[in-house]
T-cell receptor, first 115, second 115 residues
């Protein structure tokens, strides 16, 4: 079945450092890809998404490019802030016959940014 | 506007008891999803409603779990004869329409603890 694999955390960075969180997927067909973020004490929020190959999703300085050839959707940010500290989840939405659009999530990566 | 709400926020119950968890989706959202998130894991799909009907219940772990959405709005997840392994955060999400790229809006979750 479809699955998502993301790098284990925690990832600890200093403020203004460059961030990469790796995500790869296995899917039948052509899924949509998402990054969700969970800030401490809050619910899951959509950070960005991409719906087809070579699409780049971006939001709040974060970016991720849908790479079909490497089945990847790595999350990047050029300069992280303390306020970016959260758990980040990579997810896909199945896209074949009778799809219910359910999300399949990775295990999450905790990011801790130190001042 | 109001987001997805879930009640109760916390529920502690004894093994073998019956529990109900409630989800109020965003007004007008026709699609509703339940997920379960165990500690250190990403959310796992349980069931999906389109309107009043359960369009996909393939994620329900066994027949102790059941969910309803009688009027196409509020949904209740019901767990019979609870077991310690049912302890998790139960998340509800809603979306406005079908489509794999459609954003799902998550509620804050109900933390269920079975003692």
């Amino acid at each position: 079945g479809d699955s998502v694999t993301q790098m284990e955390g925690p990832v600890t960075l200093s403020e203004e450092a460059f961030l990469t969180i790796n995500c790869t997927y296995t899917a039948t067909g052509y899924p949509s890809l998402f990054w969700y973020v969970q800030y401490p004490g809050e619910g899951l929020q959509l950070l960005l998404k991409a719906t087809k190959a070579d699409d780049k999703g971006s939001n709040k300085g974060f970016e991720a490019t849908y790479r079909k050839e490497t089945t990847s959707f790595h999350l990047e940010k050029g300069s992280v802030q303390v306020s970016d500290s959260a758990v980040y989840f990579c997810a896909l939405s199945e896209a074949y016959g009778g799809a219910t659009n359910k999300l399949i999530f990775g295990t999450g990566t905790l990011l801790a940014v130190q001042p | 506007g109001a987001g997805v709400s879930q009640t109760p926020s916390n529920k502690v119950t004894e093994k073998g008891k019956y529990v109900e968890l409630r989800c109020d989706p965003i007004s007008g959202h026709t699609a509703l999803y339940w997920y379960r998130q165990s500690l250190g894991q990403g959310p796992e799909f349980l069931i999906y409603f389109q309107g009043t009907g359960a369009a996909d219940d393939s994620g329900l772990p066994n027949d102790r779990f059941f969910a309803v959405r009688p009027e196409g709005s509020v949904s209740t997840l019901k767990i019979q004869r609870t077991e310690r392994g049912d302890s998790a955060v139960y998340l509800c999400a809603s979306s406005a329409y079908l489509g794999t790229a459609n954003e799902q809006y998550f509620g804050p979750g109900t933390r269920l603890t079975v003692t």
